[in-house]
């Protein structure tokens, strides 16, 4: 008598068990396809002259992604110390940066210098 209500113990037991596990495993696997994803925390449009926003705001380790929607080509040189360049972003054309330091990154368009814009780059949290 003892010994078959201990092994009913054990099979209760064994499908908790089994139960947790399986759902410890989706969550994983959920958190793992979501990183997979290209991150572009940020959008920036070239629109009439201008970058719009002007100002973007973003994380460390994020990637702004800048699409033309001109009937002009535009580029993006960033100011001294950090000598980016997108070179010709051609109407419908786009380009992708990361960001992977904090700090302030200015930039112009090099065929119309009175176009400016910057990335704001704060720390992890
Ligand atoms: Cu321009």
Redesign the pocket.
């Known amino acids: 008598m003892t010994s078959i209500r201990f092994a009913k113990f054990c099979a209760a037991a064994l499908i908790a068990l089994v139960t947790m596990s399986a759902a410890a495993c989706s969550t994983t696997s959920n958190t793992s396809s979501s990183d997979n994803q290209p991150a572009i925390a940020a959008t920036v449009h070239?629109a009439d002259?201008k970058f719009e926003p002007r100002e973007t705001d973003i994380e460390v380790g994020g990637s702004v992604m800048w699409i033309n929607d001109?009937v002009?080509?535009?580029?993006l040189k960033f100011v001294a110390p950090n000598k980016l360049h997108s070179g010709t972003i051609k109407p419908a054309g786009s380009w992708i940066q990361t960001f992977t330091s904090a700090g302030n990154y200015d930039y112009y368009?090099?065929?119309?210098n009175s176009?400016k814009g910057s990335v704001v780059v704060r720390p992890a949290p």
């Open positions: 070239i002259g001109d002009a080509s535009h580029d368009c090099d065929f119309h176009m």
